[in-house]
């Protein structure tokens, strides 16, 4: 039976989504290749003090372990040069003005720009703006409210973090918007400068992050272009762990360099993240899809976070009964590592457009936390 627009009210759907990716790119490589020189020189320079015992010397980067341990071959950063550079090893741009656009708006706007024009939608219809990412750069005003006035937005804007979770959560929210009638337009946009929180000194983690911007316009269903993806349900969870943690903070300002400890940056256990994560997803994506009564084996397509390709094959083979094949379970992570709440996203945006009407999906984000979201979707067109 065909919906009239009044049924259709109060129904989140993707209108579009929209993807910013920054020019630069740091192969395994390069990355390695910058890590062990800097390995080289701390050894060198602390030669006396590892001879005696007093520091421990530090080993080489591999890239065959990178690839291997966790898919990733390459990623894109917005400054490319300084993080490279084996003084340096983290990114720096020139400090913008006040009355400039500041970095993490500029590369969120490019990405809304490109949401709205695919969904044909003038920002003036557009009610509300989410910054949803894993770090602003930033306490306030919020980010979202910046990409707001830059894209001429009416309405209102504000910035939540839930790490890895933060675009699944920023959709959950949009679309509860529309469902109690708040909005009708709604954009998620997720800018993650991730090259700005990693610790590129970290042998064990300095090859995990990318950088880039992605937006999911959500939309009520009655005023959403022809072609769009209902959003059959939502589900977020989320279990306190210290597993995955980042210390910074505006009540903790040393910097990470100077007081010798790294834990105002990105810190993790790898291992623990691996093997409590996935059965927790997993678990959540086959009860979720039992409450919508989808048949998980039956989904056309899933696009996960992108942090392992080890743990979205164990998670995919999960959900689907079987291998998931690259076409069931696309993966970005090898061009773009890890873009923390961008990751699946970008799956989404790269490998959705060849499904046909009435396929099933889900978008599926989890990390630190921990948390974990689950977006099914099903094309419309
Ligand atoms: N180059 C070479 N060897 C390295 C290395 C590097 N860059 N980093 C670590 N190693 C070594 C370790 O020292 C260790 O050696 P040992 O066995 O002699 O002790 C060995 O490789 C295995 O290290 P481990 O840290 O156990 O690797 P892993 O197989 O668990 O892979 C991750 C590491 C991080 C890729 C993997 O655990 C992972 O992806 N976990 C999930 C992360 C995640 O989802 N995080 C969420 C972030 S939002």
Redesign the pocket.
């Given at each position: 039976m065909e919906l009239t627009a009044q049924d259709r009210t109060g129904r989140p759907v993707i209108s579009a989504t929209g993807l910013f990716t920054p020019e630069h790119v740091i192969t395994n490589e390069e990355l390695?290749a910058s890590?062990n020189d800097y390995v080289e020189g701390h050894n060198a320079s602390n030669a006396n003090a590892i001879a005696a015992g007093e520091v421990e010397a530090l080993?080489?980067?591999?890239v065959?372990?990178?690839e291997?341990?966790?898919g990733?071959k390459a990623r894109h950063v917005m400054a490319k040069e300084p993080i490279l550079d084996p003084d340096i090893m983290s990114p720096r741009w020139e400090e913008r003005g006040n009355d400039e656009l500041s970095i993490m708006a500029e590369i969120g706007v490019k990405a809304a720009r490109q949401a709205l024009e695919r969904a044909g939608r003038d920002p003036k219809d557009v009610d509300a703006v989410l910054c949803a990412a894993?770090n602003m750069q930033r306490a306030y005003p919020a980010m979202a409210i910046e990409i707001q006035q830059e894209l001429g937005i009416e309405g209102f804007g504000f910035d939540m973090n839930v790490?890895?979770s933060s675009a699944t959560f920023g959709i959950q929210t949009a679309a509860d918007y529309i469902r109690a009638g708040n909005a009708k337009s709604v954009l998620v946009v997720s800018p993650e400068i991730t090259s700005g929180h990693l610790n590129w000194r970290d042998?064990?983690?300095?090859?995990?992050f990318g950088d880039v911007a992605t937006a999911v316009l959500v939309e009520d269903a009655a005023i959403a272009p022809p072609e769009h993806w209902d959003i059959l349900g939502t589900k977020l969870k989320t279990v306190f762990s210290n597993n995955?943690r980042n210390n910074f903070g505006f009540l903790n300002r040393a910097h990470p360099d100077g007081d010798g400890k790294p834990d105002k940056l990105?810190v993790?256990e790898?291992?623990k993240?691996?093997k409590e994560?996935v059965p927790m997803v997993a678990q959540m994506i086959i009860d979720e899809a039992e409450r919508l009564e989808i048949d998980p084996k039956g989904l056309r397509r899933l696009w996960l976070?992108q942090?392992?390709a080890?743990?979205n094959r164990l998670i995919s083979h999960k959900v689907l009964g079987h291998e998931a094949s690259n076409d069931e379970s696309p993966t970005v992570l090898d061009t773009y590592a890890?873009t923390?709440s961008a990751g699946s996203i970008i799956a989404f945006h790269k490998h959705s457009e060849d499904l046909a009407v009435g396929d099933d999906g889900l978008i599926c984000s989890?990390?630190?936390g921990y948390s974990a979201g689950t977006v099914f979707v099903r094309k419309v067109g």
């Open positions: 390695v890590y080993q080489p980067s591999s065959e372990f990178i291997k341990a966790s990733i894993s790490a890895c042998r064990d983690s300095h090859f995990i995955i990105f993790q790898g291992r993240v691996f994560v976070h942090a392992n080890g743990m890890n923390s989890f990390g630190a």
